[in-house]
């Protein structure tokens, strides 16, 4: 019987040597898969032939990137889910949408396992693994990356030895990860948390200092909390966000610098650029304060936190997550309206917004003489939002007094 596999092939050296490392571990066909999910300077064509060449049965290159933007990042956006704070979950959200097009390939090719190139030190093995158990447990996993235990040296020399085409010039000392929501970098100089990070960590956006001296503004329309057109003009979230992520990179937003908790266990150091990331989120945020009830504005937050914590710790498909994202889909019915952004020398601030569910009263905020606030109302409010705290402070407080006065008689 054939023994059938599918790779997530990128193209690169390690999961090019994968695929004669696989054949060696008695797998007759290896089908390669790679995911257009809007990584810069990628020749998806390049990669697809590339797999061939080195051995694979047959190859893929799917263009998912409206499918990333609609299903994976649009409910980090209207869940304001980022990381430890400031980590707009990058290289997790295109991890679950890889895994279920793998998945799916494999049924319809009979294959019995599915292969992919992480290492036992990050995240994403753990993240395409609970992928794969979520949606076929039955389906074997082979992590060749993780089980080579080479050398540099060793896993090139295996390469020449299969005809694994080596990248020719200096390696890039770091390991870097895109799509079109950001850029992940690590390795290298990076690894040390003292070495502030060199200009060539940097790949979507100049230094602030470099960035023009006059700011740009632009306004952002969104429709039930997500963005759907730039200064007026309706386009789908994938190209929106590749459109900011180059007027923002140009000003010198979205670098972030970050010392963060993985799930294994162990702290890493990464650079990250999210210039579109940086103007949506803001935005968002500041268009949520405009239309959100207070209660829900006060409580969602801790909803978020969950919601941000499970997509880094692989747990999207999951119920839970599910009745989450449900309740934020609830809360976003009305967050709709135009935020006007200001970007300025990597800096990106909300400087004017309007919403057709705007909670926001100018008659009610107003000091001038057009305020409808009726203020005589105020006083009786104070005494019944404070009535728990004096009832309690006459009954312990009071008694206690009138203790110490008896027993000082």
């Known amino acids: 019987m054939t023994k059938k596999i599918v790779l997530a092939y990128s193209g690169g050296l390690d999961t090019s040597v994968a695929i004669p490392w696989l054949k060696d571990k008695g797998y007759d066909e290896i089908i390669a898969v790679c995911l257009n999910v809007g990584q810069p300077g990628t020749d998806m064509d390049f990669i697809q032939k590339k797999a061939l060449e080195v051995g694979a049965s047959e190859s893929y290159a799917i263009d998912a990137q409206d499918e990333f933007a609609d299903k994976y990042v649009a409910p980090v956006i209207k869940s304001n889910a980022l990381y430890e704070g400031d980590y707009p979950l990058v290289s997790a959200l295109s991890r679950p949408l890889i895994i279920d097009h793998l998945v799916k390939i494999a049924h319809d090719h009979g294959a019995t396992a599915i292969a992919h190139g992480s290492t036992g030190k990050g995240n994403d093995q753990v993240r395409f693994e609970a992928a794969i158990h979520a949606l076929d447990p ?7 990356i ?7 040296e060793e896993e090139i020399d295996y390469a020449k030895e299969h005809n694994v085409p080596v990248p020719i010039g200096k390696k890039s000392p770091y390991s870097i990860d895109c799509n079109l929501w950001g850029r992940a970098n690590e390795a290298g100089i990076l690894e040390n948390p003292w070495n502030q990070a060199p200009d060539d960590a940097w790949g979507m956006s100049v230094s602030p200092e470099e ?3 006059e700011p740009v503004f632009l306004d952002l ?3 039930k909390g997500l963005p759907v057109a730039i200064d007026g003009t309706p386009m789908p979230l994938a190209t929106l966000i590749k459109n900011l992520n180059k007027v923002a990179g140009d000003n010198g937003i979205g670098r972030i610098d970050k010392i963060e908790n993985r799930m294994v266990g162990i702290k890493s150091r990464e ?4 210039p579109g990331a940086a103007v949506i989120m803001t935005a968002h945020h500041e268009l949520e304060n405009l239309t959100l009830e207070r209660d829900i504005a006060h409580y969602k937050p801790l909803i978020e936190q969950q919601i941000t914590s499970m997509i880094y710790e692989a747990k999207w498909i999951t119920p839970l997550f599910d009745a989450l994202m449900a309740f ?10 135009v935020v006007k952004m200001k970007l300025y020398k990597g800096n990106v601030t909300a ?22 606030f009726d203020q005589e109302a105020a006083a009786g409010f104070i005494k019944l939002w404070t009535l728990p705290a004096t009832v309690y ?7 206690s007094q009138a203790k110490d006065k008896v027993n000082n008689d």
């Not at 039955?138 to 060749?144: F, K």
């Not at 993780?146 to 540099?152: A, I």
């Not at 400087?351 to 409808?372: C, F, G, I, M, W």
Request: aromatic content about 10%; overall charge negative; cysteine-free.
């Open 211 to 213: 960035a023009p001296d």
């Open 138 to 144: 039955d389906l074997e996993i082979e992590a060749p």
């Open 221 to 223: 329309t969104f429709e």
């Open 393 to 399: 402070e006459q009954v312990n407080h009071v008694h």
């Open 271 to 274: 650079v990250y650029e999210a």
């Open 328 to 337: 934020v889909d609830e809360t976003q019915k009305n967050v709709n309206g």
């Open 351 to 372: 400087v004017a917004r309007k919403s057709p569910n705007s909670l926001y009263d100018e008659n009610l905020a107003t000091y001038t003489s057009a305020d409808s």
């Open 146 to 152: 993780r089980d080579f235990h080479w050398s540099r």
